[in-house]
DNA sequence: CCAGTTATGAAGCGCACGCTCCAAAACCTC
DNA sequence: GAGGTTTTGGAGCGTGCGCTTCATAACTGG
């Protein structure tokens, strides 16, 4: 037919999904784009058609892969607690230990406060992938109701999307607060949702 | 002395503030801070320094006045449940209801995912903003601790903290989620908070 | 009312933005 | 090979960026 690509698409795809997820969309230039991808602005548009483009399919691709470890880690062996918790102190150290030039925080996070807002499609794709990961915790806190280890008198569903919100909202202080901190927040959560012990007018020691 | 000032500094802020909420660091420039501030580029530059500069005034403004408006809600009538129910359904019904040209969500939560990974100056700010927050949700716990309505084998800070991140992942839900998903999971915090019935292996109807 | 000082508006600085164009190159089919 | 088709690199389009400059306006203290 004619002359072949010189690249593989998925590669460029993952390329240009590092530097939005460090740069955010409106921080990074097409410049960065060539950059980090390799390509003339050329093949770049040819290809995807812009900037916007690109950032859509990049977003799917996180929805797609990097969503994957947050999956494999809920379906990782131990309790269910110890998996959940295995996800927070995972998102903590990864968005603490970030270096200047690492990716910060969940790519559908940022695209979700940065973006969503202006822009349905990401809004759609965001959306999407808060569903994914709402039904890969409702696994576990279905896996944790059943062991007996969770408490039962909260629906399944509801529970997990009370561990879903506590588990965005630990990523975004994970922006600004300490470790310390935020270890303790992630032992609350688990706590709230063990089975505690019976209600007491007041916890008076003997 | 010299020529006065014609405007107001701290209007001049509040604009900026707006601008800032609404478009972000990145997707705000400084034509557009001059439209809705009404200065000129010079009178901006002489008064503030620059772009960076006043958008730190900006987060700074919040930390001080926006914030206040979480408190009043905390801090208002009815019971502590009712009073965290407020303050999340207000969030979510702000940021569902915003217009095209409106703020959305919080400014704080915006500045730490867009800007305080790369700006120390506005992660200073930012996690005392937090820390504020979390000390007023604080108070309301251990109101509702004390009056029985909360559990209390967690202690308050912790509870505190746990409260906390579910409103702000609420807060990142409610860019992409719809306002039944948003209810249910605001429920589904409240619910862990409480008191629950006495714990049994397994509550099968007799 | 004048000298001194600061704020203002307008013009525009150099630069980077998102994106396009096009001749040359690289490939396939025949 | 020749002809046809697509990709590629590079130059560069118009525009808007963050910011500066500067003559002029507006005010104060003496």
Redesign the pocket.
Known sequence: ???????DEERVIGAAMGTFWRHGYEG?????LCDSTG?????L???FG???QLYLRALERYHDTATAEQMEILAGPGSAGRRLRALMVHAVDTDLAAAEADPHGCFAINAAIEAAAHDPDVKQVVRRTFDRVEGAIRTVVAAGQGAGEFRSDIDTRTLARQVQSAYYGLRVLSRAQDRRTLLSTIRATLATLSAPVERTEATAAP
Not at 28 to 32: A, L, V
């Open positions: 037919m004619a002359r072949p690509r010189q690249f990074t230039s097409t410049r960065d390509l003339g602005p050329s093949s548009y040819n290809t812009g900037k916007r």
